[in-house]
């Protein structure tokens, strides 16, 4: 029998319209190649394979939170992994929100689930490339704020910089001064844990 190829046209899932409008449930069904945000309902392509100065800082950053966090219960989680935002009482299906941290601290084994995280992140960091800058700032950062993340690092690698949010009393994020090297870094709810913006940010 001849070999017949196969005809990736016909093979090749079918992409949703960006213009559309989705919850977690149409976002469970895709099929498609690629990895895509869910924001308030819009898709968001996620940018090709990140710079090597970007994951020279996840790297180092997970390797310094895994070691310093231990045995606790705590788990440090690196994108890809979806987490699903919801308010309480709704179901995770129902969200149009749907994010992939580059780096995300989660305390409650009850929201890992075999596909993701369902509820938000004790402590997120994202790492600001000319793509993703707008939206990690932005859209991001509101949802964050609104979801309830009790911390949100932003880290600028052309700028040496770290950008840290914690969420006050009122629920809203109050943005420390830019914190540049060589500062000792902390998260508020991890006291325990330090991190060294001049060994962070070394040979980029």
Known sequence: ??????????NKAEEPD????????????????????L????????????????????????TSLVHQLGNKTCEVWLSPFD??????GQHYKETRNIVEPDLCV??????????????SPDFVIEILSPSTAQKDTGA??????????KEYWMIDHTKK??????????????????KSPPTLL?????????????ALFQNL
């Not at 991001?140 to 993340?149: H, P």
């Open 161 to 178: 910089q770290v950008y840290v949010n914690l969420l006050n009393g009122e629920k809203v994020y109050h943005q420390q001064p830019p």
């Open 106 to 119: 989660i305390c409650d084994p009850s929201k890992i689930r075999s596909f993701g995280c369902v509820g």
């Open 39 to 62: 924001i308030r309902g819009k898709i968001h392509k996620m940018s090709p394979a990140p710079s090597s100065s970007h994951q020279r800082l996840v790297g180092r950053l997970h």
């Open 18 to 37: 960006l213009a559309g409008y989705y919850t977690a449930n149409d976002y469970l069904s895709w099929t498609f190649e690629g990895l895509v945000e």
């Open 83 to 88: 987490v699903y935002l919801v308010k309480p």
């Open 1 to 10: 029998m001849e070999y017949q190829p196969l005809d990736n046209d016909q």
């Open 140 to 149: 991001k950062l509101q949802l964050y704020q609104e979801y309830g993340v």
């Open 186 to 198: 902390s998260p508020k709810e991890f006291p325990g844990i330090k991190v060294d913006t001049s």
